[in-house]
């Protein structure tokens, strides 16, 4: 006899889904925190670094860039597999929300990437990053933790709405056959 919840299965489909929609934001974010950096040379990528950049765009210092590519499949793998999460996790909606879930993490970037461009000392929402010192992290990898809480945040609202729309459903067809009963 067994007990406890039964894991559902893998889905292939949607784990190639996640890996494509995690492409867009782990490569944009890479390629914005490259440029974005603060100092002689700082670190680039997210969650985990993949190189360490001496373009500065702010201070104008133009020097080549490392890359290290497994750090990018890597980080590429981790923001994947929250969103086949996000995905199993939504039910029905799954691949909206997902989609909804990169379209926030997109919009994370964008928003600490205007922060950048109006020169505010603290970029990024909910963790700010400075955008002048270097803190204990580096400054993509907090970046990468505001785009996952964005895009979490994103996939509950779709779950919510989900829920929402199918209560509403319940109720709708509850009403209508306690009108077609004979009194």
């Not at 700082?42 to 670094?49: F, L, N, R, V, W």
């Not at 702010?58 to 890597?74: C, E, H, K, M, W």
């Amino acid at each position: 006899m067994r007990f406890g919840l039964r894991a559902p299965a893998f889905d292939l489909r949607s784990a190639v889904f996640a890996l494509l929609l995690a492409f867009v934001p782990v490569s944009a974010l890479t390629i914005v925190s490259q440029f974005a950096g603060h100092g002689e040379a700082h670190y680039y990528g997210g969650p985990i670094p993949v190189g360490v950049s001496s373009i500065d765009l702010i201070f104008g210092s133009p020097r080549p860039t490392t890359f290290f590519a497994p750090f990018f499949v890597l980080d590429l793998l981790i923001t994947a597999v929250i969103f086949y999460a996000i995905g199993r996790q939504v039910g029905l909606v799954g691949a909206i929300a997902a989609c909804g879930a990169a379209v926030a993490a997109l919009a994370a970037l964008a928003l600490a990437v205007a922060m950048v461009a109006m020169r505010f000392e603290d970029v990024g929402l909910p963790f700010p990053a400075s955008s002048y010192d270097r803190g204990p992290l580096p400054a993509a990898s907090v970046l990468w933790a505001d785009m996952v809480i964005w895009a979490v945040t994103a996939a509950a609202v779709a779950r919510l709405l989900g829920r929402m729309t199918s209560c509403q459903s319940d109720i709708d067809m509850a009403r209508s056959s306690d009108l077609s009963r004979p009194r």
